[in-house]
């Protein structure tokens, strides 16, 4: 079953008002996708992407809970009629010493960076299983699920658990669903601290990443035939390999 052609394919991007999302959601129209904008507090950023990606469908939702994202997967059908690809980005990222960690800073981050992947998953496959195409589901992860960090270690286990979802849902979700899920290593915006520096520095291909090139991942596992199923593509610039 090949895909290779996104013309007119209904895509939900979650965070896409600003940064990565936003560049997903750009290339994705580029493709002539028909692309829908997932955000939340971001509003005036989600209209003008929206606006960029030539008039696209808006949802707002809350991701940390499930009464949400499920309201917001029944008016994705009712507007749209039907999902042919999820792409999971919507995420947080905070860092603390695992000694000073709390219960409420666990669930910060593992509300939305896993328990929401999941449902969005979940409500995703419910409505492309009707598809006579199938689906696909990209998730996106990070290079910290797949190396420690020392001062986020709650972060990375909920990327780590994002890798594992997309394996275990990749099976169960054959053979008409896809599940990828792309790694970031560094992709800097204006907010970069000292310890991202090092990494870019310490990173082979000496630089930071751009959303254009998480979007070309996106892009292929989008597209690809439903033979590439559960597999992880970190776009690190080399870092995983250190
Ligand atoms: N930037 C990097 O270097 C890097 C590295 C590795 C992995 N990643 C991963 O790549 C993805 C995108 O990264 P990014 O840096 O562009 O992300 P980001 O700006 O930190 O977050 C993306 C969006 O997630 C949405 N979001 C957060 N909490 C939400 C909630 N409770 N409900 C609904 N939406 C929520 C926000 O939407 P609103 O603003 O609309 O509220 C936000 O704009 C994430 O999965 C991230 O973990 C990034």
Same mark, same amino acid.
């Given at each position: 079953? =090949? $895909?290779?052609?996104?013309?007119?394919?209904?895509?939900?991007?979650? !965070?896409?008002?600003?940064?990565?999302?936003?560049?997903?959601?750009?290339?994705? &129209? &580029?493709? %002539?996708?028909?692309?829908?904008?997932?955000?939340?507090?971001?509003?005036?950023?989600?209209?003008? =992407?929206?606006?960029?990606? !030539? !008039?696209?469908?808006?949802?707002?939702? $809350?991701? *940390?809970?499930?009464?949400?994202?499920?309201?917001?997967?029944?008016?994705?059908?009712?507007?749209? %009629?039907?999902?042919?690809?999820?792409? @999971? @980005?919507?995420?947080?990222?905070?860092?603390?010493?695992?000694?000073?960690?709390?219960?409420?800073?666990?669930?910060?981050?593992? #509300?939305?960076?896993?328990?929401?992947?999941?449902?969005?998953?979940?409500?995703?496959?419910?409505?492309?299983?009707?598809?006579?195409?199938?689906?696909? +589901?990209? @998730?996106?992860?990070?290079?910290?699920?797949?190396?420690?960090?020392?001062?986020?270690?709650?972060?990375?286990? /909920?990327?780590? %658990?994002?890798?594992?979802?997309?394996?275990?849902?990749?099976?169960?979700? &054959?053979?008409?669903?896809?599940? @990828? /899920?792309?790694?970031?290593?560094?992709?800097?915006?204006?907010?970069?601290?000292?310890?991202?520096?090092?990494?870019?520095?310490? =990173?082979?291909?000496?630089?930071? !990443?751009?959303?254009? *090139? +998480?979007?070309?991942?996106?892009?292929?596992?989008?597209?690809?035939?439903?033979?590439?199923?559960?597999?992880?593509?970190?776009?690190?610039?080399?870092? #995983?390999?250190?």
């Amino acid at each position: 079953m =090949t $895909n290779s052609d996104l013309t007119g394919k209904t895509i939900l991007v979650t !965070g896409a008002a600003k940064r990565i999302g936003r560049g997903i959601a750009l290339r994705l &129209a &580029a493709e %002539g996708a028909r692309v829908a904008i997932h955000y939340d507090r971001s509003e005036p950023e989600a209209r003008r =992407t929206a606006e960029e990606c !030539g !008039g696209a469908p808006l949802f707002r939702a $809350n991701l *940390e809970s499930v009464a949400e994202i499920e309201r917001m997967f029944a008016e994705v059908e009712q507007r749209l %009629g039907r999902l042919d690809g999820l792409v @999971n @980005n919507a995420a947080r990222f905070t860092r603390f010493d695992p000694l000073a960690i709390t219960e409420k800073d666990w669930d910060f981050i593992h #509300s939305v960076n896993l328990k929401a992947v999941f449902f969005c998953c979940q409500q995703a496959a419910r409505l492309m299983q009707k598809n006579e195409t199938g689906g696909r +589901i990209v @998730n996106i992860s990070s290079l910290g699920g797949i190396r420690p960090w020392a001062e986020h270690a709650h972060y990375c286990a /909920s990327k780590a %658990g994002v890798i594992m979802l997309t394996r275990a849902l990749a099976k169960a979700f &054959a053979p008409a669903i896809t599940v @990828n /899920s792309v790694a970031p290593g560094v992709i800097p915006f204006e907010d970069i601290d000292e310890r991202g520096k090092r990494m870019i520095a310490n =990173t082979p291909a000496l630089r930071g !990443g751009t959303p254009d *090139e +998480i979007a070309d991942a996106v892009l292929y596992f989008l597209k690809a035939s439903n033979f590439v199923t559960g597999q992880i593509l970190a776009i690190d610039g080399g870092l #995983s390999q250190r």
